[in-house]
């Protein structure tokens, strides 16, 4: 019974120590309101003018050269022709991967005769012995 009586004592002073504080915490305070208001103080109008630079010459500044229209066509040809050139040899590489593929079939029909072969004359050794 003391102990209910020491527990029932506590619960009474954690809710009248509750029922004490207030209600204002971090998340009220940092409200929209009061943080754009801050932010508002900061960005005022502009009122300044902008400044032309006399020092500043739009004539003097260098671009790239203008190409002429018969190396602009030569440039397009030496593109075609590398174009070409790499079409050929992927047709190239192509038919090499062909050959490739060719041979390894003869490699293994090759070993497929081999394996035969070895078996043929383990036949042979057994009937002679």
């Known amino acids: 019974m003391k102990k209910f009586t020491t527990l029932a004592s506590l619960g009474a002073l954690s809710i ?3 029922a004490c504080g207030t209600a204002e915490d971090a998340s009220t305070e940092a409200s929209p309101d009061t943080v754009e ?4 103080d900061a960005l005022e109008v502009v ?7 006399d020092a500043a010459d739009l004539d003097a ?3 790239p050269d203008a ?3 018969e190396d602009a066509t030569t440039a397009a040809d030496d593109a075609a022709a590398v174009a070409a050139e790499a079409e050929a040899a992927a047709a190239a590489a192509d038919e090499v991967d062909a050959v490739l593929d060719d041979i390894d079939e003869a490699v293994e029909e090759g070993q497929n005769t081999l394996d035969r072969i070895g ?5 042979a050794n057994e009937i002679i012995d």
């Not at 208001?37 to 508002?40: G, L, N, Q, T």
């Open 16 to 18: 009248a120590l509750a």
């Open 37 to 40: 208001m801050a932010a508002d």
């Open 47 to 53: 009122t300044d003018e902008p400044v032309a630079d």
């Open 61 to 63: 500044v260098e671009g």
């Open 67 to 69: 190409v002429s229209e």
């Open 119 to 123: 078996e043929t004359a383990d036949n």
